[in-house]
């Protein structure tokens, strides 16, 4: 097996640059959402008493996040490490650290579930529940915002070969072709 690419977002982006094009993408979608929800739900008044639990979701949400790329690797019994950690010393946050190989079609599932499992349902919950739909979308485009660096692995591994092998480094992704 020979190494074809190696894909380390951090180390090429930069933490800071990564974490702000992150943000500016959450708001831009945020914007982008709010607007036409606005004009579908203009005679509907907003309810308050949403925010409590808007800060429990904002809480729980990067954890459902992280734990919903696990999902397409249990379906095809592929086994993950999962290690808690605590961010700032307060906020639990984990990381997935799939301790197999995985092939392209798999991993590309597993990057964009997330954003499926969670910003869909969403997105239909604020045109449901017309009273919170700014809190839906605001959670929405915050797991939007998470999702920027699965996208970025994403576009990556698109251009990888068709039958490569990919291992998870502790930084990024190593993409294997046979030779």
């Known amino acids: 097996m020979n190494c074809w690419d190696t894909i380390q ?17 959450g708001l831009g979608s945020f914007i982008m959402l709010y607007l036409p929800f606005t004009f579908i739900h203009q005679h509907i008044e907003v309810k308050e008493n949403g925010f ?8 729980v949400l990067p954890i459902l996040h992280q734990l919903t790329h696990i999902v397409p ?12 950690i605590k961010f700032a010393k307060q906020f639990p946050y984990v990381k997935i650290m799939p301790n197999t190989k995985t092939s392209k079609r798999t991993l590309l599932i597993s990057l964009l579930t997330p954003t499926m499992l969670l910003t869909t ?4 919950a604020s045109v449901t529940f017309g009273g919170y739909y700014p809190y839906f979308l605001m959670l929405a485009a915050i797991n939007i915002g998470f999702s920027y660096t699965d996208f970025l692995y994403a576009r990556r591994i698109w251009r990888a070969p068709k039958q490569c092998i990919i291992t998870n480094d502790h930084n990024g992704y190593d993409i294997l072709i046979r030779r």
């Open 121 to 124: 349902p969403l997105i239909t």
């Open 73 to 84: 690797l249990q379906l095809i019994e592929r086994h993950a490490k999962i290690k808690w």
């Open 52 to 59: 409590y639990p808007f800060l429990l979701a904002l809480v």
């Open 9 to 25: 977002i951090t180390k090429q982006l930069g933490v800071y640059r990564t974490i702000m094009l992150s943000f500016l993408l």
